[in-house]
């Protein structure tokens, strides 16, 4: 079965400091990776996925495979960063999402 | 154009009754997915439709659940005999599904409160 692991449910930084959120996950093939982002009084959406290798809002995520793991890094942290973050899993494409249980980001001015 | 529309926003209901959840997806989304999100969790899958039909209902936590989408555009999410412990966020997203991965776009989400 598939599963995302997201260690941290709350993440506090000063703004300007780098952050890192952390995503791990188990599945036996090859998955595609995911990072949602929901801001204060909005709807969940789309950050950014492995396969494009963008850097979206000043974010970047690299796929490890060999460690498992996606994690979600920004060198400086802004005010507006903050949000509840969400790493996910597709198996294949067009197939339900994996979600982790989420990591709330503040960053304090 | 208009995104993932849901309704209610918010239903409030009694233990044991039966209550009706709508997604109106993006146009043109053939693939629609529900999620439930409870509190401190992640969405989890429910179900998800491909067209009219459902391709994949595994997520569906008992027989009490059930969704349909007649006619491949709009969907609702019937629950019966409701539970306190099914009051949660339930999210709907759509996506293109046009061959490779398709990006799913949600909606805001109804919250179901069971007294």
């Known amino acids: 079965a598939q599963r995302v692991t997201q260690p941290e449910k709350l993440l506090s930084v000063f703004k300007g400091a780098p952050v890192e959120l952390k995503c791990n996950y188990s599945y036996s093939g090859s998955p595609e990776l995911f990072w949602y982002v929901q801001y204060s009084r909005q709807r969940l959406q789309l950050l950014l996925r492995?396969?494009s290798r963008e850097s979206i809002k000043g974010f970047t995520a690299d796929l490890n495979k060999g460690e498992t793991s996606f994690h979600l890094k920004k060198p400086f942290a802004q005010e507006e960063d903050s949000a509840m973050y969400y790493c996910?899993?597709?198996?294949?494409?067009?197939?339900?999402?994996?979600f982790g249980k989420g990591t709330r980001l503040s960053v304090i001015a | 154009g208009a995104g993932v529309s849901q309704t209610p926003s918010n239903k409030v209901t009694e233990k044991g009754k039966y209550v009706e959840l709508r997604c109106d997806p993006i146009s043109g989304h053939t693939a629609l997915y529900w999620y439930r999100q409870s509190l401190g969790q992640g969405p989890e899958f429910l179900i998800y439709f491909q067209g009219t039909g459902a391709a994949d209902d595994s997520g569906l936590p008992n027989d009490r659940f059930f969704a349909v989408r007649p006619e491949g555009s709009v969907s609702t999410l019937k629950i019966q005999r409701t539970e306190r412990g099914d009051s949660a966020v339930y999210l709907c997203?759509?996506?293109?599904?046009?061959?490779?991965?398709?990006?799913?776009?949600f909606g805001p989400g109804t919250r179901l409160t069971v007294l």
């Open positions: 996910a899993l597709e198996r294949s494409g067009n197939t339900p999402l994996v």
């Open positions: 997203a759509s996506s293109l599904n046009s061959g490779g991965y398709n990006e799913q776009f």
């Open positions: 492995h396969i």
